[in-house]
């Protein structure tokens, strides 16, 4: 592993000499017209080649209905011209938030929650015309261990005291049954079928950061039905895409998942990792899952790896790292060049699934030519942006229009987005978007220099 190093460079010559140095995998195109073609997904088209990450806004009005500030990220994202929206991590039931603002879909937040979606379309027809239409996905989730809403308790799979401590899971917290899990899926296809009402494209099956979906294909020393062997760890996953795929109306309907392929966990608490310590990627089980998932009817998959909460140098590599975190072990292009390779593997594996791809917001400006030559080589299908649609939403509908990107407006890996959300504020671009959340950033610093 390489120093870590934070982003220096003027000119993209700079950057892939860089690159050179390190013996890294990271190309870089400069025809960037690829990005506007379209892509299917199911029986759907996506209009473009750029796609939002779910990214939690911790936003939402304490019965889990959007906010305020909800409707204008979301707004911002469909002005902006990306071609599929993600829509964050939203709740199944009230006892699986993560937070006390965390959205939630059940019958008393149904009509605002299509209220937040149509306002998301109509903007995106405002800016960019009436024929463009983003698809828009609504990502299902229990927080499982990272329960921390009012009133819940910890959902624990398998007790693990590296991440029990840094969650603050008290000690006295008993493992979740078989029947408390089949109960989640319960709610979890209870809730697609309302998504489907209200009328989003699909639904994601969140299997990613170590959340339940992701800690249950870790579950090797979890007893019963959930855990143990592959089949047993990935049952809740495999099971949620056949459940929700027979319980929806429309055959068009597309079921996704956005799933961890390494978490860098040692055996036996990791997926995704050979059995060596510190863990390197075994993509033999990912590999064998997707190929799964893809028979029973999932239609597009987005990947991601390790967890914010404990490496979160694997999920986003970063500039400035949160007081009180884990400095990065590697420089934060080990950390790119690991995305676009675990994903590559995925898509050059199953060449008819669509793969979303992550690992471009550290590039800065040169992201767009990273994701151009991605997609160029069919290395993925559509390009992932997380932190940059806080900062830039309308990055899209710049290199769309113009073919250019903005230097001045990208995201710039402060973290300040994520130090504010693990404080319990919401999250925005704290950088580039301070007339609406400086005085939040004020209010936080003030309330850590009395704490």
């Known amino acids: 592993m390489a120093q870590y190093e934070s982003f220096s460079f003027a000119t993209l010559d700079e950057l892939s000499q860089k690159i050179e140095t390190l013996g890294l995998d990271i190309s870089f195109s400069e025809d960037l017209s690829v990005l506007a073609a379209p892509a299917a997904a199911g029986d759907r088209t ?11 806004g911790r936003d939402s009005l304490p019965d889990g209905s959007p906010g305020e500030f909800t409707f204008r990220r979301y707004r911002r994202y469909g002005a902006g011209g990306w071609g599929l929206i993600q829509f964050e991590a939203c709740a199944v039931w009230q006892g699986g ?40 996905l609504l990502q299902l989730q229990d927080a499982g261990r990272y329960r921390h809403a009012t009133g819940t308790t910890p959902g624990l799979t398998v007790p693990y005291e590296l991440l029990d401590r840094r969650a603050k899971v008290p000690g006295d917290v008993a493992p979740l049954s078989d029947a408390d899990i089949e109960a989640v899926q319960d709610r979890m296809t209870e809730a697609a079928v309302r998504a489907e009402k209200i009328g989003f494209d699909g639904i994601d099956i969140k299997s990613c950061h170590r959340y339940l979906g992701s800690e249950l294909l870790a579950a090797h020393l979890r007893p019963g039905k959930f855990g143990g062997g592959f089949e047993g760890r990935t049952r809740f996953l495999r099971e949620m895409t056949e459940r ?6 429309n055959p068009s309907f597309l079921v996704t998942s956005r799933m961890n392929l390494f978490d860098g966990f040692p055996y036996p608490y990791g997926w995704g990792c050979d059995r060596s310590d510190p863990p390197a990627p075994d993509m033999t089980e990912p590999l064998k899952l997707v190929g799964i998932l893809r028979e029973l009817g999932l239609n597009l998959l987005t990947t991601s790896t390790g967890t914010p909460y404990y490496n979160p140098w694997l999920v986003r590599p970063f500039d400035r790292l949160i007081p009180g975190n884990i400095e990065a072990p590697e420089h934060p292009l080990e950390g790119v060049a690991r995305l676009f390779s675990l994903t590559e593997k995925v898509q050059r594996e199953y060449r008819d699934l669509p793969v979303t791809g992550p690992g471009y917001t ?18 993925v299908t559509l390009a992932g942006f997380g932190r940059t649609g806080f900062a830039y939403p309308g990055l899209p509908k710049d290199v769309l229009e113009k073919g250019a990107v903005d230097p001045k407006k990208v995201c710039v890996s402060c973290s300040l987005c994520s130090e504010v959300m693990s404080q319990g504020g919401p999250t925005g671009c704290y950088a580039k978007d301070r007339d609406v959340y400086g005085p939040i950033l004020k209010e936080h610093r003030a309330s850590r220099k009395t704490h």
């Open 46 to 56: 996506i209009p473009n080649r750029f796609s939002t990450l779910p990214m939690e």
């Open 97 to 136: 938030r993560s937070s006390d603002r965390q959205m939630c879909i059940e019958a008393s937040t149904e009509k605002a929650i299509a209220s937040l979606l149509e306002a998301t379309r109509s903007a995106a027809r405002e800016s960019l015309g009436p024929s463009h239409s983003p698809l828009c």
């Open 244 to 249: 929700i795929r027979s319980a929806v109306k």
């Open 362 to 379: 550290w590039l800065r400006q040169f992201g767009v030519f990273a994701a151009a030559a991605n997609v160029a080589r069919r290395a």
